[in-house]
């Protein structure tokens, strides 16, 4: 069965530092990843995704993810924190075929000035 | 513009009385999906919709029931709501069911007495 963990459930950084957060996920067959962001009082928007071709993906507001397959994992990174990327952010698969993404528990960004 | 509408955004009931959160989009997509959001747990998938009148469980289906009559449509409908299922809600809706972005409603956030 095709899971999703991401690795802490609150990350604190400092403003204009590396952003760095974990993603690791489990399935039997090549899958689709997904990052999404969640701020306040707001529905998930799509920040990036990896289907297939280039492994390293780019997002918007300057996110971007790499997909390593022999590592099962899809970090998502930005060179630089800015206050507004303060908000929830969750890693997704969906399997080819399948009828349904898996979301992992997400992980709050709090971003200090 | 595109969106997926749902309504009420907030709601607090009383256990036993019958309620339905609605949930529209304007992009013509075919596949829509209702999930709800609970701390540390993530988005767990409840029902979904391939097209119109074909619908199936996610992976928390008991205590709720949806049709899918119209393809703009998917009402999410608690007959006889508890307190288990205070929650936030999430109407989704994409273009295809792998690849495909999925675009989320604002939230809908019930609370069952």
């Known amino acids: 069965a095709q899971s999703v963990t991401q690795l802490g459930s609150h990350v604190s950084v400092s403003e204009g530092a590396l952003v760095l957060l974990r993603c690791n996920y489990s399935?039997?067959?090549?899958?689709?990843l997904f990052w999404y962001v969640q701020y306040p009082n707001q529905g998930l928007q799509l920040l990036l995704k990896y289907t297939t071709g280039a492994t390293l993906v780019k997002g918007i507001n300057g996110f971007e993810a790499e997909f390593k397959k022999s590592e099962t994992s899809f970090h998502l990174t930005k060179p630089s924190a800015h206050m507004s990327d303060a908000a929830e952010y969750f890693c997704a698969v969906s399997l080819t075929g399948g009828f349904k993404t898996i979301f992992g528990a997400g992980t709050r960004l709090f971003v200090k000035a | 513009e595109a969106q997926v509408t749902q309504n009420p955004r907030y709601l607090i009931t009383v256990t036993g009385k019958k309620l339905t959160v609605t949930c529209s989009q304007n992009?013509?997509?075919?596949?829509m999906s209702w999930y709800r959001q609970d701390p540390g747990l993530g988005l767990r998938q409840i029902y979904y919709s391939m097209n119109v009148e074909v619908t199936d469980k996610g992976d928390v289906p008991e205590g709720y029931k949806v049709s899918r009559k119209e393809k703009r449509n998917f009402p999410l409908i608690l007959e006889s709501p508890s307190p288990n299922q205070t929650s936030l809600y999430f109407c989704?809706?994409?273009?295809?069911?792998?690849?495909?972005?999925?675009?989320f409603g604002e939230g809908s956030r019930l609370t069952v007495l």
């Open positions: 989704a809706s994409s273009l295809t069911t792998q690849t495909g972005e999925l675009f």
């Open positions: 399935s039997s067959v090549p899958p689709y």
């Open positions: 992009m013509n997509h075919e596949y």
